[in-house]
């Protein structure tokens, strides 16, 4: 069971070419902290991708954001229902989030994301 809630290297999005191709052609999503770009997912498992510029915070406030990002769709994953491919774009001000706020803002997103 615990392996269902991992976060593994099939269930991310690595190569730049995948952030690329994902910004052309997924639908936006907008939070008043995130932008997610998604679209159907190609494999067998939604996969994640988090872009978090300087223009948010330091690499500390940076790492902290990714990982509650990381966090939120590592919990949700199973519970999308659909296979989709997710790209998370950190706002300025997204540093200053709690997790609980972080978590609120993308299940919405996650939740419209996962219907179209």
Known sequence: MAAAYGFPKAVRLRRRREFLSLQREGRRHHTPHFVVISRPGTGELSRLGVTVSSR???????????????????????????????????KPGAANLRYAETAQQLERAFALAARR
Do not use: D, H, P, Y
């Open 56 to 90: 948010v915070g330091g690499a500390v406030e940076r790492n902290r954001v990714k990982r509650f990002v990381r966090e939120v769709f590592r919990l949700r994953r199973l519970a999308l229902g659909t296979i989709v491919e997710l790209l998370v774009i950190a």
